[in-house]
Structure formats: structure tokens, C-alpha cells
């Protein structure tokens, strides 16, 4: 494949233009001030997350209840 130095120059303007519009987005995204405060959440408010993180903490707190009953047993 040959490689045009037309079709390079005009690919690097098209990605520098991409990169410069996306930067000036992100800063106006910034100086936006939200009109409203946020809400605040009380600790028993706030979501659970998701069902995989539930699971995996309670598969933790088994696995520590398991080890201190061996722990336990072991030491009467």
C-alpha cells in the first residue's frame, strides 16, 4: 500500500480537530454550575449496589464466621 502523504496530513488534521473538540466539550462540561444541590443520602438511604457486590460481601463474611469457628474450636 502506498502511502500518500495528502491522505496522512489530512488524517493528523482530522484527529487534532477531534482531540481539540473534545477538550473545549470537557471544559465547558466544567465551568457548568448545577443549578440545584445535589441530594443528600442519609446512611440507611443509600443503595446496596449490585446484586454481585451483595453476594460477594456476604460470601466474605461466611468465609470469616467459618475461620473463627475453627479458630474457636481449636483453642477449648
Do not use: D
Not at 17 to 25: D, G, I, N
Not at 55 to 61: D, H, L, P, Q, T
Request: hydrophobic share 40%; aromatic share 6%; charged share 20%.
Amino acid at each position: 500500500m502506498k502511502k500518500n502523504p495528502k491522505q496522512i496530513i489530512a488524517a493528523t488534521i482530522g484527529v487534532i480537530q477531534y482531540l481539540k473538540a473534545e477538550r473545549e466539550h470537557a471544559m465547558q462540561e466544567q465551568t457548568v454550575v448545577p443549578q440545584t444541590p445535589p441530594p443528600s443520602v442519609s446512611p440507611q438511604v443509600q443503595p446496596s449496589g449490585s446484586m454481585w457486590a451483595a453476594s460477594g460481601r456476604m460470601e466474605v463474611m461466611r468465609f470469616r464466621n467459618l475461620m473463627e469457628l475453627r479458630i474457636f474450636r481449636r483453642g477449648r
